[in-house]
């Protein structure tokens, strides 16, 4: 049992079984498809199936099929994964009702994309763009509108591109974000208990998820005055670097 081997094994034969399960209970019933790419931490690209249907009950079911590796994100490659997919499994094309992507050229391409080539299959598998990520990418165009809003996370960005310079500078954040907490648990400012205070770096924003610029604001507002250290640190050395060059300069 302590053997990585047979435990992927057993996770992967409880996989089976619960795949089997869904598969059943969709039947002959028609279904929607649900389709995302992304890369992995070992920079593998993946794809992620969900599928939505109705279930004898009359209930809407959303289930996850599970992951496959792609080579590449191209339209014919996606395409391909999911025909083999299914397959394996016993689903059909022809049942497809729906289909729903990000708005990536290579998922909803009007010519190319795969949204066309399962069209071409089967007309009745109509495509819906994702509303979540509309609307996403709808809040963040109209942020970018907006002037102070635009010139807040601008600014921001330059922030957090400037303390992460380096493995250095994220390690100076780091040691003053752990003596500010030291500090501010001997004050009793802050309350010490299992789960808090827990170590944390700064958040980038991502153009498309609204989300992410929120989180980005509170993380800065957590670790502000750290921040600030760290960028009067960053004033200092550069100040220095400046002054050692024009006095060599002037020598020269």
């Not at 079911?61 to 191209?74: A, C, K, N, Q, Y």
């Not at 709808?138 to 310079?165: C, E, P, Q, W």
């Amino acid at each position: 049992m302590i053997c990585s081997d047979i435990q992927k094994e057993i996770v992967n034969a409880f996989a089976m079984e619960v795949l089997r399960a869904i598969i059943s209970d969709i039947g002959d019933s028609t279904f929607c498809l649900m389709v995302d790419e992304a890369r992995d931490i070992s920079m593998k690209e993946q794809m992620a199936l969900v599928i939505r249907y109705v279930e004898k009950s009359g209930s809407v079911i959303e289930r996850f099929l599970g992951v496959e590796h792609v080579t590449d994100t191209s339209t014919l490659t996606l395409k391909a994964t999911i025909d083999d997919f299914f397959s394996r499994y016993g689903l059909s094309v022809s049942k497809l009702r729906g289909q729903g992507y990000d708005g990536a050229s290579n998922m909803k391409g009007q010519f190319n994309g795969l949204k066309t080539l399962i069209l071409n299959e089967n007309p009745c598998a109509y495509y819906i763009h994702c509303l979540a990520h509309q609307l996403q990418l709808a809040l963040v165009a109209v942020a970018r509108k907006h002037d102070h809003i635009s010139l807040l996370f601008d600014f921001t960005t330059r922030v957090l591109n400037v303390v992460g310079l380096s493995c250095k500078c994220r390690d100076f954040l780091r040691e003053k974000q752990s003596e500010k907490i030291i500090e501010a648990l001997d004050m009793g400012d802050i309350s010490s208990a299992r789960g808090l205070n827990q170590e944390t770096n700064l958040k980038r924003a991502g153009d498309t998820r609204w989300s992410s610029h929120y989180n980005t604001l509170l993380s800065l507002i957590n670790m502000f005055d750290a921040v600030i250290d760290v960028l009067e640190i960053i004033g200092c050395y550069c100040y220095c670097r400046e002054s050692i060059f024009s006095y060599e300069y002037r020598k020269e």
